[in-house]
């Protein structure tokens, strides 16, 4: 699987646009960008995943460049409850492909 | 229900008792991996089960550890003569297949095991 870079921390205001960055330069052709975050003391949860267009569902919206070395996961309003480290992963679809999850990033959703 | 479940939520033994973590997966979920996870650290695979095909199990620490599974459905995590070092939070995932492709793995809630 391709090495994630993600910064350590950031913080966003309630109820504003939360943009989490990461960047993954040696990803290949075949390999999907996911997105999971964990809340403190729950398990893993999934956010969304795509390969080379920009994604939308229910929780988040993924942006990922035309070059495909960077992508950055929105949330649009962010609440309390988002906060939580996130995992930005680059893997294959492929059949027995563990998840691996780098250092994240920890967001904090502040009032 | 609709998201995987786990039992017990909490375990607590003592070293030296033998433990057995339940997962049930989400219905039609083909694939089912056990994670481990240690305070303050990331994932750390365990074992892998994929439809009828032989289960990976190369992230078994130790053979003290094991899993099954019914088919498609639940599967078990049993590990024999408890140590110290197995607490953990141990983490059960499914996810779709379609032919050789992987979907996004949805978790458990974890079982919390403590040994004392």
């Known amino acids: 699987d391709a090495k994630t870079t993600q910064p350590p921390s950031m913080d966003c205001a309630e109820g504003r646009a939360a943009n989490l960055p990461c960047n993954h330069s040696t990803i290949s052709g075949n390999e999907y960008v996911y997105w999971y975050r964990q809340i403190h003391s729950q398990g893993p949860q999934y956010i969304i995943h795509g390969l080379k267009n920009n994604e939308t569902n229910e929780m988040a919206s993924l942006i990922i460049t035309e070059d495909r070395k960077s992508s950055t996961l929105i949330l649009p309003h962010a609440t309390l409850r988002d906060t939580a480290v996130y995992y930005c992963?680059?893997?294959?679809?492929?059949?027995?492909?563990?998840?691996?999850f780098g250092e994240g990033t920890q967001l904090t959703v502040n009032p | 229900g609709a998201g995987v479940s786990q039992s017990p939520s909490n375990k607590v033994t003592e070293k030296g008792k033998d433990v057995e973590l339940r997962c049930d997966p989400i219905?039609?979920?083909?694939?089912l991996y056990w994670y481990r996870q240690r305070l303050g650290q990331g994932l750390e695979f365990l074992i892998y089960?994929?439809?009828?095909?032989?289960?990976?199990k190369s992230g078994l620490p130790s053979d003290r550890f094991s899993a099954e599974r019914t088919g498609e459905s639940v599967s078990t995590l049993t590990i024999q003569r408890t140590q110290q070092e197995d607490s953990a939070v141990y983490l059960c995932?499914?996810?779709?297949?379609?032919?050789?492709?992987?979907?996004?793995?949805?978790f458990g809630p974890g079982t919390r095991l403590t040994v004392l």
């Open positions: 219905s039609g979920h083909t694939a």
């Open positions: 992963i680059v893997r294959e679809e492929t059949s027995g492909s563990r998840l691996t």
């Open positions: 995932a499914s996810s779709r297949t379609s032919g050789t492709r992987i979907r996004a793995q949805y």
């Open positions: 089960f994929q439809g009828n095909s032989a289960p990976d």
